[in-house]
């Protein structure tokens, strides 16, 4: 079925035949007749993407294209057109979060091409991108509707992006299963985003990526300072940026269920624009939630979203949840317990985003370096400097904050705090170093902190910043060709594109990349420390060294971080709504103790017998597939995204077909072994529609118990 309607950039005003409703004014309290929501800001863009240029789901790259290591380039690459940044976000966001390589189940088990019509996978159909209104910063939303949609047989699938990614940030996860199932896909970066606004050059991306600094541009973000404020900061603080998740003022987590209720609404605005019944007044409505199947999805924050977005559907808009290893943060219910096994029953469970990530970020360094850790971890080496780990080991120990007589000793002492005192699976030690070699926990946790306390980029709380590096890690001027992909490069959360995380109160305050800095306090370099302490002592609400009570600015910031913890946890009610949540057991980025299981137990307390949710822990899968393409995570690690992509398949049959969903349980994979021969099915077999016993996961006498 082709896209009906003009398919060029339109205007918002009333135009004849564009998106934006026509109405004369005496229609527009009509509710038969489709009507732009009030929440849409100017313009929405539509294009046609037909499967052999650009299309929706490959961006043109074909499967062969997305797994090969050569990226699209742009034929200027200072001037970068739509369809090139297009072409290289879905590359780039499609590799962030799907292994691609050869034999890790890619081309066999999932991809474009599996089960596709096309050789490629490539799939054709419109795409239509707007601004809506998301408070104090404007938030991207885009539907895809592809060529099979069937108006006959109306579904649904939301896309919120993962992580801090852009509008193209769940293109391989929500967007291919949706899309293939002929589906239309609502996407929403809500309130993250690659937005950017370069502080220096007063640049900013529009809603396509492309930069502008002229102000009445629209555009994805840009700091609230006024000229004078940014000239001031400048000289202060030269070649920084802005970035839309931190900078924003916004806690844009507080609103992710809005987000993604408002992504389905404009979705179906936009399918009544294509499919509703034309009629001299305007459009009239046909497709409604009681006729359009809706499946809340995507993985990680954008999981996390669909999840806040179910509790908060009073409409009816949603009819099933099927998510993915979801950043999840419960309200803390201490009447109930977890244990897993015969191990020790975990009462200290929920803890939240910002709690352990910044535990991770003070410890994992040093931790890096104990003995069943620092020989086995992939990427150990490579991605960590081993004396700037022995000197993170170092400066804990000074502070008392770690205990040993000698390195190993300290080292295996952080492991335990992360372990018994944060409630962190023994199962992630092997996938934390890597992560910590690529600032996942650094980044998070500096974003996190200014968005929760909705701070601006002038607070530069605990003298953390963003800028790019150079030699020894000084600031510089981010490179324009790096400035022109950011769209299409960044991850929404530095370091990415080129940016990084600077700590503007280095020893000799010389403001230098986190990664590589000295602390004033210890005169080491141990990837300055002081800076995650700080970030450490406002999660804490206290001193992480001393236990001192904090005093000044930073129990102010720590006050307003609490405050926006608060308004983003989740409350457990799914009304009853059928659910799916799937979690790797060895997840290092969102451990499952205070996610995931605490969700499922939380979701029990609340609905009890209602319950229609249904948790399926994965061993043998972590949190980024990407990452098992490489040798040693290839060996020990299967996709997560297969048992995905099951639950997906799942849930539709069960709202089609009124097929049962299967029980909560363990899935028990086995990974390829020694020389990571290609995967199969017996390895990775389907998610059992009767599990043995021995193999359920259940909420009993207020436990989550889960079997090893």
């Not at 079925?1 to 527009?28: E, F, H, Y």
């Not at 074909?62 to 072409?87: C, I, M």
């Not at 409409?315 to 099927?322: N, T």
């Amino acid at each position: 079925m082709t896209i009906r309607a003009p398919l060029a950039i339109l205007a918002g005003t009333c135009v004849a035949l564009s998106l934006t409703a026509c109405n004369d004014s005496n229609n527009n309290d009509d509710p038969t007749l489709n009507q732009r929501p009030d929440f849409v800001m100017g313009a929405i863009q539509a294009r046609q993407h037909p499967v052999d240029a650009n299309d929706l789901l490959t961006g043109g790259s074909g499967a062969t294209g997305l797994a090969s290591g050569t990226p699209p380039a742009f034929a200027d690459a200072l001037n970068p057109t739509v369809d090139e940044l297009r072409t290289l976000a879905i590359y780039n966001n499609y590799r962030a979060l799907v292994d691609t390589s050869a034999g890790g189940g890619y081309g066999t088990l999932f991809g474009p091409q599996v089960g596709a019509a096309d050789a490629e996978g490539r799939i054709g159909g419109g795409e239509f991108l707007a601004f809506i209104d998301g408070g104090s910063v404007p938030l991207s939303v885009m539907v895809q509707i592809p060529d099979t949609f069937d108006p006959q047989f109306a579904c649904m699938v939301t896309a919120p992006s993962s992580g801090s990614r852009g509008i193209y940030g769940a293109i391989g996860t929500a967007g291919e299963w949706g899309l293939k199932k002929g589906c239309a896909v609502v996407y929403t970066d809500k309130g993250t985003g690659t937005g950017s606004h370069n502080l220096a050059t007063n640049t900013a991306q529009t809603l396509a990526g492309q930069l502008s600094n002229d102000e009445s541009v629209a555009t994805q973000f840009r700091a609230d300072l006024t000229t004078a404020e940014r000239t001031e900061f400048n000289n202060l603080y030269p070649d920084r940026l802005a970035f839309k998740h931190a900078h924003s003022q916004a806690n844009p987590e507080a609103d992710w269920g809005l987000h993604v209720l408002r992504s389905i609404e404009f979705g179906l605005y936009i399918l009544n624009e294509q499919f509703g019944t034309a009629s001299d007044r305007g459009r009239i409505i046909t497709l409604v939630p009681e006729n359009t199947l809706v499946i809340a999805s995507s993985v990680s924050n954008g999981g996390g979203a669909s999840i806040r977005a179910a509790e908060q559907d009073t409409r009816g808009l949603i009819d099933g949840v099927a998510v993915s290893e979801p950043n999840v943060n419960p309200v803390v219910d201490t009447g109930f317990t977890i244990r897993q096994g015969a191990g020790p029953v975990i009462t200290e469970h929920s803890r939240s985003l910002f709690d352990y990530t910044t535990a991770l970020a003070v410890y994992q360094g040093c931790a890096n370096r104990a003995p069943s850790v620092r020989d086995d971890a992939p990427f150990n080496s490579i991605l960590n400097n081993v004396t700037i780990n022995e000197n993170a080991c170092s400066s804990l120990a000074a502070q008392g904050l770690v205990t040993g007589a000698d390195l190993d000793a300290r080292a295996a002492d952080a492991l335990r705090i992360l372990e018994q005192e944060v409630g962190i699976q023994p199962e992630q030690n092997l996938l934390a170093p890597s992560h910590f070699g690529l600032a996942v926990a650094q980044s998070i946790s500096m974003t996190y902190a200014n968005a929760y306390g909705r701070f601006g980029v002038d607070a530069r709380v605990c003298d953390l910043s963003l800028a790019a590096s150079g030699a020894g890690g000084a600031v510089v001027p981010l490179p324009a060709t790096q400035e022109a992909a950011l769209f299409a490069t960044s991850n929404g959360i530095p370091p990415t594109g080129g940016v990084s995380l600077i700590y503007d109160n280095a020893a000799g305050g010389v403001p230098t990349d986190l990664k590589v800095s000295t602390s004033a306090g210890s005169g080491l370099q141990d990837y300055g420390l002081d800076a995650l302490l700080c970030l450490r002592s406002l999660a804490l609400g206290q001193d992480a060294a001393s236990g001192d009570d904090l005093i000044g600015v930073a129990a102010t910031q720590s006050d307003r971080i609490a405050d926006g913890i608060e308004a983003i946890r989740a409350t457990g009610d799914l009304g009853g709504k059928p659910a799916i949540i799937v979690t790797g057991r060895a997840d290092a980025i969102l451990p499952i103790n205070h996610t995931s299981r605490p969700y499922f137990g939380l979701n029990r307390r609340v609905e009890g017998a209602d319950s229609g949710l249904r948790y399926y822990e994965v061993l043998n899968a972590h949190h980024l597939d990407v990452l098992n393409g490489l040798g040693g995570f290839n060996e020990r690690y299967i996709p997560l995204h297969r048992y995905y992509f099951q639950a997906l398949d799942l849930m539709y049959g069960h709202l089609t077909e009124q097929t049962p969903l299967p029980p909560s349980q363990v899935i028990r994979t086995t990974p390829r072994g020694a020389g990571a021969p290609p995967l199969t099915t017996a390895q990775v077999p389907d998610i059992p529609a009767l599990p043995d016993t021995a193999d359920r996961i259940e909420f009993a006498d207020n436990q989550v118990r889960i079997p090893d």
